[in-house]
């Protein structure tokens, strides 16, 4: 089963962010404009797990989760993978509030993870809505440009989410176990 660990934020967030991508989206432009029903803040892409590896990481991460207060955050900003506006492959929105504290959850889980036996990347984490991907390198300084005084309201995450992944022609995602940070 391929898994992630996940925050889902809240429906009226993500449609303010929709609003803001939609007014820089233009037909023809070569992207994947990713479904606003699909956005969600990946803290931990864990891959294939089977069975065995997936009960003993379930009571590691409900472990985890519960030592961490819930976090105050906001979407703010854009950016992208790699950071060469011009010769990216992937368009982001940003976070702003307590991404300190967001990113010490995602590192515990992270370890929680290895502890389990699941192989996880070891790169900076940096917390993101993906907007639109491109299969070769795109020019998205425009789009970045636009999107860089995009804000939302804050609210608070008080929830972590084990996420489904099932591929095909666009990913569906189906939530199989949650946790309340806290």
Same mark, same amino acid.
């Given at each position: 089963?391929?898994?992630?660990?996940?925050?889902?934020?809240?429906?009226?967030?993500?449609?303010?962010?929709?609003?803001?991508?939609?007014?820089?989206?233009?037909?023809?432009?070569?992207?994947?404009?990713?479904? &606003?029903?699909?956005? @969600? *803040? +990946? #803290?931990?892409?864990?891959?294939?797990?089977? /069975?065995?590896? !997936?009960?003993?990481?379930?009571?590691?991460?409900?472990?985890?989760?519960?030592?961490?207060?819930?976090?105050?955050?906001?979407?703010?900003?854009?950016?992208?993978?790699?950071?060469?506006?011009?010769?990216?492959?992937?368009?982001?929105?940003?976070?702003?509030?307590?991404?300190?504290?967001?990113?010490?959850?995602?590192a515990d889980l992270r370890r929680a993870a290895r502890k389990s036996g699941i192989p996880v990347e070891r790169r &900076?984490?940096?917390? @993101? *809505? +993906? #907007?639109?991907?491109?299969?070769?390198?795109? /020019?998205?300084? !425009?789009?970045?440009?636009?999107?860089?005084?995009?804000?939302?309201?804050?609210?608070?995450?008080?929830?972590?989410?084990?996420?489904?992944?099932?591929?095909?022609?666009?990913?569906?995602?189906?939530?199989?176990?949650?946790?309340?940070?806290?």
């Open positions: 089963m391929r898994l992630f660990l996940a925050i889902d934020p809240p429906d009226a967030l993500l449609e303010r962010v929709a609003r803001a991508a939609a007014a820089v989206r233009t037909d023809g432009d070569g992207l994947r404009w990713s479904r &606003p029903e699909d956005w @969600h *803040l +990946t #803290l931990v892409f864990l891959g294939e797990v089977d /069975d065995e590896h !997936r009960a003993d990481l379930e009571k590691r991460i409900a472990a985890e989760v519960g030592r961490h207060e819930p976090l105050s955050l906001a979407v703010r900003g854009a950016g992208t993978f790699p950071g060469n506006d011009t010769r990216a492959r992937v368009l982001w929105a940003g976070f702003e509030g307590d991404v300190g504290a967001l990113g010490r959850l995602a &900076p984490y940096v917390p @993101h *809505l +993906t #907007l639109a991907r491109s299969r070769t390198p795109a /020019d998205f300084s !425009r789009h970045r440009s636009s999107l860089r005084s995009m804000t939302t309201p804050f609210w608070t995450a008080e929830e972590v989410h084990l996420v489904h992944s099932v591929l095909g022609g666009s990913p569906r995602y189906r939530t199989v176990a949650t946790w309340p940070l806290g």
